[in-house]
């Protein structure tokens, strides 16, 4: 029903910045919401920010508000995640995620849909 692929990850310096792609597809979009996530090794998945596709409302982890902006493109089906101020400790796995929800969902296990992950590593 809905398929996600994220792109853009990599090797940045500390203090850097990335900008992550996910492009979706489905037959129907508006209806969803959209969300970040990372996971580092041996570590839990945490939820960094998301998005109401057709409304604009967005959610953001304190953790990262301020450095981090989720935003939409309708015309490219595309949720971007522009991440500035980069840290070591951003090092991890990214992944966006889609649920059938009018909010911006903070809980991983609501989401049905996620995509394969981009590796982001943030050097000292």
């Known amino acids: 029903q809905v398929q996600l692929v994220e792109s853009g990850g990599g090797l940045v310096q500390a203090g850097g910045s990335l900008r992550l792609s996910c492009v979706v597809s489905?037959?129907?979009?508006?209806?969803?919401?959209m969300g970040w996530f990372r996971q580092a090794p041996g570590k839990e998945r945490e939820f960094l920010a998301a998005?109401?596709?057709?409304?604009?409302?967005?959610y953001y982890a304190d953790s990262v508000k301020g450095r981090f902006t989720i935003s939409a493109d309708n015309a490219k089906n595309t949720v971007y995640l522009q991440m500035n101020n980069l840290k070591p400790e951003d090092t991890a796995v990214y992944f966006c995620?889609?649920?059938?929800?009018?909010?911006?969902?903070?809980?991983?296990?609501?989401?049905?849909?996620w995509g394969q992950g981009t590796q982001v590593t943030v050097s000292s």
């Open positions: 489905g037959h129907t979009l508006s209806g969803y919401a």
């Open positions: 995620a889609a649920v059938w929800d009018h909010r911006p969902i903070y809980r991983g296990d609501t989401y049905d849909y």
């Open positions: 998005i109401t596709w057709s409304g604009g409302t967005t």
